[in-house]
């Protein structure tokens, strides 16, 4: 089993509409967790930090749930901007980085 | 704040040969610098950190005769690929830690193909 799974979509998504996704974890000691984008042939640039109360910046959400070992990102409104790579991290407790492969959403006009 | 850079952006390189790839923190120190590999569709693989001064932790299955990293100040990591085959091809990106929290700032990606 993955260390960090994500349903790969892609999410296709009129513009401005809301999409949200979840990525599950399988260690339970994991501290941090954040969501990056990435763009095709880029690297991932961060989009979030996800705290255990949950944090909103502007359109996106993101949201922890430590119980069921689950994070997830909403993003309303979308935009044709918003369409790319959503990547889970989780770190361990030694701040060790595990990437999910990714969600990609494609918003459509 | 927090820019990493690398460099070369994209190589193409025969089989056999090897390449270097730099990264460098622009304008932090970086303590840490992690090296991953990502191949097309698929998530970002750790292959080693690197902390400066110090001998690179290889994760598991990464060969560290091949994939020689070398961190010798606080701003600048280099990854060779050495005697590089077709398999190598992959994007190879490094990120650098400050060492104050778990956040990693990537540098841009270096897209590395062998023929």
């Known amino acids: 089993r993955k260390e960090v799974e994500q349903d790969p979509g892609p999410f296709n998504v009129p513009e401005g509409a809301t999409v949200a996704f979840n990525c599950t974890y399988s260690n339970s000691a994991s501290q941090s967790f954040f969501w990056y984008r990435q763009d095709c042939r880029k690297e991932p640039k961060l989009l979030m930090s996800?705290?255990?109360s949950g944090n909103e910046d502007g359109r996106f959400t993101a949201q922890l749930n430590r119980a069921s070992q689950y994070i997830s990102l909403l993003i309303r409104d979308s935009k044709l901007s918003d369409s790319a790579t959503y990547l889970c991290v989780v770190t361990d407790s030694w701040g060790k980085f595990q990437f999910g492969a990714g969600t990609q959403v494609v918003v459509t006009p | 704040g927090a820019v990493v850079s690398q460099h070369p952006s994209w190589v193409i390189c025969k089989s056999g040969t090897s390449v270097k790839i730099e990264c460098r923190s622009l304008?932090?120190?970086?303590?840490?610098m992690f090296w991953y590999r990502q191949f097309p569709k698929q998530s970002l693989m750790l292959m080693a950190t690197?902390?400066?001064?110090?001998?690179?932790?290889?994760e598991q299955g990464v060969e560290k005769d091949k994939f020689l990293i070398n961190h010798a100040s606080l701003t600048l990591s280099t990854l060779t690929v050495t005697s590089a085959h077709p398999e190598d091809s992959s994007f190879y990106i490094c990120?650098?830690?400050?060492?104050?929290?778990?956040?990693?700032?990537f540098g841009p990606g270096t897209r590395l193909t062998v023929t």
């Open positions: 990120s650098a830690s400050s060492g104050r929290d778990y956040e990693q700032y």
């Open positions: 690197s902390n400066e001064g110090s001998k690179a932790t290889y």
């Open positions: 996800v705290y255990s």
């Open positions: 304008d932090f120190q970086a303590t840490t």
